[in-house]
């Protein structure tokens, strides 16, 4: 059993195809099978069943990747570190967001650190919910995840920077514009902009509604929330969004209205990475100048 054995069949549990697979490493299909055949000899078990349409993992399999693609990233991880033990205070950060990410929750942090790190790069790659993000950071050498916390996830660690406070989105025209605050039982029954579906900040949304006992139907949906309160503006419909930093308050932002939603439990946002320990000094400074600028 060697390590490349293991790193091709993770990635086959992945993809769900082995040829999917051959094309990536460029090799042929057979190679690939080689891998997983040496790993089943070697542990005596099945480990994937063909499918009518490509393979997934046993129970066996299920098993042997979970503690595989822990244990690589772990390794590459330490391998990274190594580098840039040698390397000194050069090298970068890699961070995974979402859309709007960096524009509501970084923009000042990433100048500071600039400032101060002149020699680290800042790289970032967009996903599209905090589940991808996870993903991302399990599969490759992300240091960083910004997301929307919710339940644990094995092999990942969450910590929380900022509490967002929900808000109703209106034109100034709309009849709620004008409330200091809106009572969770004005909002049953509104018909609202819906935020993206598998997002985690929707089911936030959607289990602290149901706390209240608040039902909402939906119009339409969007995929982030900066396209919600677009459409809030346009008068396309309302939107229920947490209070970003740097949003403007309401009455600042032409047509569109702010109105707070108190009642409603606040969306908790921050960092997720596979272990704190591990981290390497910039990654680490990143993150805290982040969590500084965010609660300031």
Same mark, same amino acid.
Request: proline share 6%; hydrophobic share 45%; charged share 25%.
């Given at each position: 059993?060697?390590?490349?054995?293991l790193?091709?069949?993770?990635?086959?549990?992945?993809?769900?195809?082995?040829?999917?697979?051959?094309?990536?490493?460029?090799?042929?299909?057979s190679?690939?099978?080689?891998?997983?055949?040496r790993?089943?000899?070697?542990?005596?078990?099945?480990?994937?069943?063909?499918q009518? =349409?490509?393979?997934m +993992?046993?129970?066996?399999?299920?098993v042997? *990747? $979970? !503690?595989?693609?822990? #244990?690589?990233?772990?390794?590459?991880?330490?391998?990274?570190?190594?580098?840039?033990?040698?390397?000194?205070?050069?090298?970068?950060?890699?961070?995974?967001?979402?859309?709007?990410?960096?524009?509501?929750?970084?923009?000042?942090a990433?100048?500071a650190?600039?400032?101060?790190?002149?020699?680290?790069?800042?790289?970032?790659?967009?996903e599209?919910?905090?589940?991808?993000c996870?993903?991302?950071?399990?599969?490759?050498?992300l240091?960083?995840?910004?997301?929307?916390l919710?339940?644990?996830?094995?092999?990942?660690?969450?910590?929380?920077?900022?509490?967002?406070?929900?808000?109703?989105?209106? =034109?100034a025209?709309? +009849?709620?514009?004008?409330?200091a605050?809106? *009572? $969770? !039982?004005?909002?049953? #029954?509104?018909?609202?902009?819906?935020?993206?579906?598998?997002?985690?900040?929707?089911?936030?949304?959607?289990?602290a509604?149901?706390?209240?006992g608040?039902?909402?139907?939906?119009?339409?949906?969007?995929?982030?929330?900066?396209?919600?309160?677009?459409?809030?503006?346009?008068?396309?419909?309302?939107?229920?969004?947490?209070?970003?930093p740097?949003?403007?308050?309401?009455?600042?932002?032409?047509?569109l209205?702010?109105?707070?939603?108190?009642?409603?439990?606040?969306?908790?946002?921050?960092?997720?990475?596979?272990?704190?320990?591990a981290?390497?000094?910039?990654?680490?400074?990143f993150?805290?100048?982040?969590a500084?600028?965010?609660?300031?």
């Amino acid at each position: 059993m060697t390590l490349d054995d293991l790193r091709v069949f993770v990635a086959v549990c992945r993809a769900g195809s082995l040829s999917a697979v051959a094309r990536d490493l460029d090799c042929t299909q057979s190679a690939v099978s080689q891998h997983v055949k040496r790993l089943e000899r070697e542990t005596g078990v099945g480990l994937l069943e063909r499918q009518p =349409r490509g393979v997934m +993992p046993t129970q066996a399999g299920r098993v042997l *990747e $979970a !503690a595989a693609a822990e #244990g690589i990233a772990g390794l590459d991880l330490a391998l990274r570190r190594l580098r840039e033990l040698v390397d000194g205070e050069s090298g970068s950060v890699r961070v995974a967001t979402g859309a709007t990410t960096v524009r509501h929750f970084m923009s000042d942090a990433v100048v500071a650190f600039r400032q101060q790190h002149p020699d680290v790069s800042l790289e970032f790659r967009t996903e599209s919910s905090s589940r991808a993000c996870f993903d991302a950071l399990a599969d490759s050498s992300l240091d960083l995840a910004w997301i929307t916390l919710g339940a644990p996830v094995r092999g990942i660690e969450q910590r929380p920077v900022r509490e967002l406070p929900w808000m109703l989105a209106v =034109r100034a025209d709309d +009849p709620l514009a004008r409330r200091a605050h809106v *009572e $969770a !039982a004005d909002l049953s #029954g509104l018909r609202l902009i819906r935020l993206p579906p598998n997002s985690t900040s929707a089911a936030h949304l959607d289990a602290a509604c149901a706390e209240l006992g608040v039902r909402f139907a939906f119009d339409t949906s969007v995929a982030d929330w900066d396209t919600a309160l677009l459409l809030a503006e346009l008068g396309l419909g309302r939107a229920v969004v947490p209070a970003l930093p740097g949003l403007a308050v309401p009455g600042d932002r032409g047509d569109l209205r702010l109105v707070p939603l108190p009642a409603l439990r606040p969306l908790s946002v921050g960092w997720a990475v596979r272990r704190w320990d591990a981290l390497s000094p910039p990654a680490r400074a990143f993150a805290d100048t982040v969590a500084d600028t965010c609660r300031s």
